[in-house]
């Protein structure tokens, strides 16, 4: 028994080979990159969900404290309620510079960061 394969068909298996290879590198590469998005995401959401319990805590207590100096204790919460209104005043004016710049930036690196691996080992 002979295997008559011309060329022509191997040409076209190796393609399809080639192809199929090619698209399921192509799926993992983007559960790969999903997967380190979605657990830098989670990281900084716990961080977040941390600091804002502090914040909340904090903001209470030196509230009651301010407060306390002031003689009423409705005072201190005043007192602090404008200071959060100045850094959100700040956060919304200078916001996109602060905030979204380095968002877009850490992304970025994030989804190019295995392409440039590949490039260097080349």
């Known amino acids: ?6 060329p022509i068909e191997l040409l ?12 399921t590198l192509l799926k993992l590469n983007a559960v790969d990159k999903s997967a ?17 319990l502090f914040l ?6 030196l509230s009651l404290w301010i407060g306390e100096l002031l003689g ?8 602090v309620a404008a200071l959060y209104s100045l850094g959100g005043l700040l956060v919304y004016i200078f ?4 905030i ?8 970025i690196a994030e989804l190019l960061k295995k392409e440039d691996h590949e490039r260097a080992t080349r």
């Open 12 to 23: 076209f298996q190796r393609a399809e080979d080639y192809s199929k290879t090619t698209f």
């Open 100 to 107: 979204g710049t380095p968002v877009r930036t850490a992304v």
């Open 1 to 6: 028994m002979e295997n008559n394969v011309t």
């Open 56 to 61: 909340l805590t904090f903001s209470i207590g």
């Open 72 to 79: 009423k204790s409705y005072y201190g919460f005043f007192v």
């Open 36 to 52: 380190n998005m979605f657990s830098y995401l989670m990281i900084k959401l716990t961080l977040l969900l941390v600091f804002t």
């Open 95 to 98: 916001g996109s510079n602060w």
